[in-house]
């Protein structure tokens, strides 16, 4: 039996991050300014278009951003988190904590 | 819907990713005890065979014998340096990580900044003999390095860079301890700092 409680907070965590990818991408760009592409796919361990994928899911929602320059006249994109995304990031993981502490 | 043991699992990797994309966590122990060891028969050679040892901040000896020391500095630098990158390259391939990442870089990078303004200070205080001072400075500076290296891997780090600030100041004063200092720090104080770090870490 859930409480009204729990209902709550299940109820605030974003759909945006119910894939354990986003969330990987959310969590490694709140600890770092800017994170490139490359950085972000060898950390996660994913193909370009699988990340790439899910970079975009995450634009769309205004969680992240992207800053496009040129590196030895290579394109380098750079993304960083929004106060959008970080507001949500830390609403998830509150929820995410008050779901863990009511269930034990 | 989830359950509860999801909802863990994502708190589980939230955490993980976060350490992994700000923290270089395979710096090896074992290149510490190395650098050590290194530093210690530096120090050695250059008090017993070259007879260096200054004793006060302005001191001149023979040009080939200061030659002689800077090299053997130099020697000790790169042998430290490249343990250093062999072990860790050696336990970042085990753990299945590239060294040089996003981690790396940035501890690289924090090192560079304290790294040259004091190796620039260190070329300026020679070439005014102030050879006593040489010794504490490359203590105070690898300290700086060091602390603000810390935060972008194991927080122990940080206490390494105090000590090794603490040794330099007080040999800065103390300057007939120079040297003797420089291979406690350099030596003894890496040597358990990387005990520590092996046993703790990778043991």
Redesign the interface.
């Known amino acids: 039996m859930k409480t009204i409680v729990q209902v709550k907070y299940i109820n605030n965590l974003h759909k945006a991050f119910e894939s354990r990818v986003r969330l990987g991408i959310m969590s490694a760009l709140a600890v770092n300014n800017k994170l490139d592409f490359n950085s972000l796919k060898e950390l996660l361990n994913l193909t370009d278009g699988n990340l790439a994928t899910h970079l975009k899911a995450l634009e769309r929602e205004n969680f992240i951003s992207v800053e496009k320059s040129f590196k030895d006249r290579k394109p380098n994109t750079k993304y960083y988190i929004t106060k959008e995304g970080k507001k949500a990031f830390e609403d998830h993981l509150k929820a995410l904590e008050k779901i863990i502490s009511n269930k034990k | 819907?989830?359950e509860?043991q999801d909802?863990?699992?994502?708190?589980e990797?939230?955490?993980s990713?976060?350490e992994?994309?700000?923290r270089f966590l395979s710096l090896s122990g074992l290149s510490g005890v190395m650098a050590g060891i290194y530093a210690l028969a530096g120090s050695y050679i250059a008090y017993s065979v070259f007879n260096f040892n200054p004793d006060e901040v302005v001191f001149y000896s023979a040009q080939s014998d200061l030659i002689k020391v800077f090299f053997l500095a130099i020697v000790i630098l790169i042998l430290a340096l490249s343990t250093a990158v062999f072990l860790s390259y050696k336990s970042a391939l085990n753990k299945g990580e590239?060294v040089w990442?996003?981690t790396s870089k940035q501890l690289v990078t924090s090192m560079l900044v304290p790294l040259l303004a004091g190796g620039i200070l260190i070329i300026v205080l020679i070439s005014k003999s102030l050879i006593g001072l040489v010794a504490p400075m490359t203590l105070v500076f690898y300290g700086l390095a060091v602390y603000s290296a810390s935060r972008y891997t194991i927080d122990e780090l940080k206490f390494l860079g105090l000590v090794q600030i603490v040794l330099g100041l007080f040999s800065s004063y103390f300057v007939e301890y120079g040297l003797l200092v420089w291979g406690f720090g350099f030596g003894i104080v890496h040597i358990v700092y990387g005990m520590y770090m092996y046993f703790r870490y990778e043991k």
């Open positions: 819907m989830k509860k909802y863990i699992k994502d708190i990797e939230i955490r990713m976060m992994r994309s700000s590239k990442n996003v």
